[in-house]
């Protein structure tokens, strides 16, 4: 399913003690991030040979699942302790996640082993426990709980871009983030990491993007390219 295999994560752009100058202005805004002990990103590109122009948002949601499902079974198998939110802007992606973890598709590709490689040196695995316990929701639905590890679903195909003032609402993405006890995970796309100028125009949105871009100065770094052909 992997394009091409990821072994690192790269280190955050800004890093607490680190002497880049910064302006005043995205201070105030990455001070306004919640802090849990780790966070990262997962930018996700996907493909398909059928599907050359454009991979419709279906598509797109499907392999979004994959990876999600395979993050579980990663953190499952190093940190089985702890139990799993996964935050969705919509009630698709849910289903789609809910799918794809029940039918265990996922393990007939090596994505989940890749992703168990994208580590940081010196982690080790823990002895197989019992599995932690998975939550799948909306992110208003878990609005006022937490969980150690929060997956948060963020990503747009290039087909669908009209969503992207919805998913760039700051309160949503500050939802979403701040249900993490230790670490949360991002997957987003280039589409919603980097849009149109004019995407920018309306006020709330580009306090949304802000928000989003101090989370992705603050976090690890991880670069997954899904081949929609081969779930």
Request: hydrophobic letters at 40%; one cysteine or more.
């Amino acid at each position: 399913m992997l394009k091409r295999p990821q072994s690192t994560l790269s280190p955050p752009l800004i890093i607490k003690g680190s002497s880049d100058p910064i302006s005043p202005t995205m201070a105030g805004t990455m001070d306004a991030v919640p802090h849990p002990i780790s966070l990262a990103l997962m930018r996700l590109r996907t493909t398909s040979r059928k599907h050359r122009e454009n991979v419709g948002y279906e598509l797109h949601v499907q392999a979004e699942a994959a990876i999600t499902a395979a993050l579980v079974a990663t953190i499952q198998e190093y940190l089985s302790d702890e139990d799993i939110f996964v935050a969705t802007p919509h009630r698709i992606q849910r289903q789609a996640v809910k799918t794809a973890l029940a039918s265990g598709h996922y393990n007939t590709t090596s994505l989940a082993e890749q992703l168990a490689e994208m580590t940081l040196s010196g982690s080790k695995k823990k002895e197989r426990r019992a599995k932690p316990k998975v939550t799948v929701d909306t992110i208003e639905r878990l609005q006022g709980s937490e969980a150690a590890f929060v997956i948060c679903l963020f990503s747009l195909p290039q087909s669908h871009i009209a969503d992207l003032h919805f998913l760039l609402e700051r309160r949503r993405l500050n939802v979403a983030i701040s249900r993490a006890k230790s670490m949360c995970i991002l997957i987003s796309s280039t589409e919603v990491l980097r849009p149109a100028v004019s995407a920018l125009a309306d006020e709330e949105t580009a306090k949304g993007y802000a928000f989003l871009r101090a989370f992705a100065d603050r976090a690890w770094l991880g670069d997954v390219n899904v081949d929609i052909d081969a779930l």
